[in-house]
């Protein structure tokens, strides 16, 4: 979590990529290093498990925003 924000901002690594999000809606206790988390336009929306982020990402890379998408 970010200091200064409520403990409402976490700083998280989002496929090797530093984000800061929001974790205001989730209604169970504090994260901790290695929690995952679902996340839809900065928002952590659910809590996960590694199956349940992979599930996830694999259904991204399907629809083609996955973190292989280059963007072409």
């Given at each position: ?7 409402q901002l ?33 928002f ?5 498990d ?23």
């Amino acid at each position: 979590m970010l200091d200064g924000y409520g403990n409402q901002l976490a700083l998280v690594d989002v496929a090797g990529v530093e984000r800061k999000i929001n974790i205001g809606l989730l209604d169970e206790g504090p994260l901790e290093p290695g929690s995952w988390v679902l996340i839809h336009m900065g928002f952590a929306l659910e809590r996960v498990d590694s199956a349940g982020a992979q599930r996830a990402m694999s259904g991204l890379k399907m629809m083609g925003s996955g973190e292989d998408n280059d963007g072409a």
